[in-house]
């Protein structure tokens, strides 16, 4: 039972091109959404975030839309860079009384050539 | 400012053999949640402890077992080994209930 979908296993850009990253969940109760990157051989690093009550989150280069009527999620990275190549995680988060509990989808590889 | 240390780095063991993984959280969280990621897929979470009580426990049997000393470090057990549970274990801290910082991870190979 898949929660957090990405169904896209790579994606290829050109240096200073955007790219896009996309991930879809079936959840209505999750309360925050991130994106994570991962380089070969270290542990995932946040990215950004957003809460369920927002629609729009900008950090940088990086912006996260969420559209909670098509439960979908994107990660838009502008302008693309070398250094950006990796794997990015998308995850949702429920959040409970004294807890939580957060579920990952498969990740996507993003290249950037340069 | 350290962050998430695990250990080992690396683990070796046989099938019905018992290991026990280590992590530290950054400094002043309180949460720990740990992850076992296979290859080609997403971290699939296992445990979230906070304040030593165990929060949240994923879908995994119970052969896995976890706990949160004092110091906020945590330890994940894993009983009577199958192959299946070859994978990267990841531990996580966080202070709040959106953001957590994970460590580099403990590879184990079960043969």
């Known amino acids: 039972d898949q929660q957090v979908k990405q169904n896209s296993p790579s994606l290829s850009v050109q240096e200073g091109r955007i790219s896009i990253l996309n991930c879809d969940y079936t959840?209505?109760?999750?309360?925050?959404f991130l994106w994570y990157k991962k380089y070969p051989a270290e542990g995932p690093t946040f990215l950004i975030s957003?809460?369920?009550?927002?629609d729009k989150n900008e950090d940088g280069r990086f912006t996260v839309f969420l559209n909670k009527s098509a439960k979908h999620l994107s990660l838009h990275i502008v302008p693309s860079q070398p250094g950006d190549s990796a794997v990015y995680f998308c995850?949702?988060?429920?959040?409970?009384?004294?807890?939580?509990?957060?579920?990952f989808g498969a990740g996507t590889r993003l290249f950037v050539k340069a | 400012d350290a962050g998430v240390t695990q250990s080992p780095t690396h683990l070796i063991k046989t099938r019905g053999q018992q290991v026990t993984l280590r992590c530290s959280p950054i400094?002043?969280?309180?949460?720990v949640s740990w992850y076992q990621q296979v290859l080609g897929q997403g971290p699939q979470f296992i445990f979230q402890?906070?304040?030593?009580?165990?929060?949240g426990r994923g879908n995994f049997p119970d052969r896995f077992s976890a706990r949160q000393f004092p110091n906020y470090s945590s330890e994940l057990n894993v009983n009577a080994l199958l192959l299946g549970d070859s994978a990267l274990y990841l531990c996580?801290?966080?202070?709040?209930?959106?953001?957590?910082?994970f460590g580099p991870g403990t590879r184990l190979t079960v043969l």
């Open positions: 996580a801290s966080s202070d709040g209930l959106d953001t957590q910082y």
């Open positions: 959840n209505s109760m999750f309360d925050y």
């Open positions: 957003i809460s369920s009550i927002k």
């Open positions: 995850a949702a988060s429920a959040v409970y009384t004294g807890g939580f509990k957060t579920i």
């Open positions: 400094s002043g969280h309180k949460s």
């Open positions: 402890y906070y304040e030593k009580e165990e929060r």
